[in-house]
C-alpha cells in the first residue's frame, strides 16, 4: 500500500470520510484576511512540511449545535466562550490521528482549524468553494466538517480541485438555491471567487453572527434554532439546500439511524 492510501485509510478509521494533501507553500502564499482567526501554516506549525485535510460528514443537524456566552460578537477569542460540536469532535479525532503519526510514522503532527480550511479543501482536490462560500465536495455536498493536520513529514500534494460545481448544476441555473433560501439575504448571488472576503456572506445579516449577541432582536430569534439559553442549533439552511448534498438524506442518514433496508 502506498504512504498516501495507508494515511487515508487511517484517517478513515479515525472518523474521517474524506482525506487529501494540500500544497504547503501554495495554502502559505494565500491571502488571509484579518478578523477571522486565521493563520498560515508557517505560524501553526513552523517546521511543518505538509498539509493533510480531513472532512467529517454532517449527517445530524445536532452535530452543528454551539453554546457563546453573551458577549461581544467575537469569534476568534477575547472573553468570549464558543463551544461547537462539530469542532470539538474532528479536533478529538484529529489528535488521535496526529497521535497515529507520532507513534507510527515517527514525526511531530498537530491538527489546526485555524488555517484557511476550505482553500486547503479546494488544494487537495477535495470541492469546490461554492455560492454559499463552503466547499461543495461532489461526494456529499457541502455537508462536510473540516480540520487540518500540520507535519513534518514530506508529502506530495494532491491536485487542486478544477471543476465548477455550482455551474454544472442544473437546479442552480437560473439562480442559486443557497443565495435564494437564505431567510435573511446574506449571501451576495454569484461565485464566491475573487471575491473579498466579508463581502459574499454578509457577516452581520448571518444569523450565526448573532449567537453571541446579549439581547438578541426579535427578528434572529426564528432562525436562531434556540434549545437552551445560550445553546443554539446553528442556521445551515444556505447548506441543507445544496442539491449535492441531498445524498447524505438519501445514502447516510438512513444508514446512521439504523434505517437502511
Ligand atoms: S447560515 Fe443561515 S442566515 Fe447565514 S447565510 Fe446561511 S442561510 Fe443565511
Ligand atoms: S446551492 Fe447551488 S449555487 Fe449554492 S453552493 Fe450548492 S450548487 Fe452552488
Redesign the pocket.
Known sequence: MSLRNELKTEAAKKGFQLFGISDIKELEDTYYPDGRGLMKPSEVMPNAKSVIILGMIIWDEGMNTAVSTAGSGDFSGGDNEYYNLYYEITETRAWRFSKWLHDEKGVDAVPSATIHLKVAAMLAGLGFIGH?TQIITPEYGPRVRWIAVLSTMVLKPDKPFTRNLCAEQEKCRNVSLCVK????K??ITGPSQNVEPGKK?IYDK???AHEFDRDLDARWEK?INRIYPRTFKE????NLVCPYGKVVDTDVVPVKRGMAK
Open positions: 454559499n433560501t437564505c431567510p435573511y446574506a449571501i456572506v448571518c444569523v450565526v432562525h442556521c445551515t439552511l444556505c
